[in-house]
């Protein structure tokens, strides 16, 4: 049974930074994509940024210079670190993992930043 869990998220100002991270089960981790998405309120999910088994990243283009997502192999982890927070970075944040045909989710970490 594939399990994710986020955790990290929090209230922050506007320049602060946040640490989010995912804990995930039941999947050989080390080959497969992990992925962070948000969905800010009134808005559509989005894809935030992803990371391959062999660590090559993909960020979207509004958070790049600002968030580094990263993976701990032997853990079962991944994290995204974010940087020089905006407001428009409000958003539930989930970690996402496809496999087996099959799309798994968290159930998401709150990141609020306030102005």
């Known amino acids: 049974q594939v399990q994710l869990v986020e955790s990290g998220g929090g209230l922050v100002q506007a320049g602060g930074s946040l640490r989010l991270s995912c804990a995930a089960s039941?999947?050989?981790?080390?080959?497969?994509?992990m992925n962070w998405y948000r969905q800010g309120p009134g808005k559509q999910r989005e894809s935030v940024a992803s990371i391959s088994g062999g660590g090559t990243t993909n960020y979207v283009d509004s958070v790049k210079g600002r968030f580094t997502i990263s993976r701990d192999n032997a853990k079962n982890m991944v994290y995204l670190q974010m940087n020089s927070l905006k407001p428009e970075d409000t958003a539930v944040y989930y970690c996402?993992?496809?496999?087996?045909?099959?799309?798994?989710w968290g159930r998401g970490t709150q990141v609020t930043v306030s102005s």
């Open positions: 039941g999947i050989i981790f080390r080959l497969k994509t």
């Open positions: 996402n993992c496809d496999t087996g045909g099959s799309s798994y």
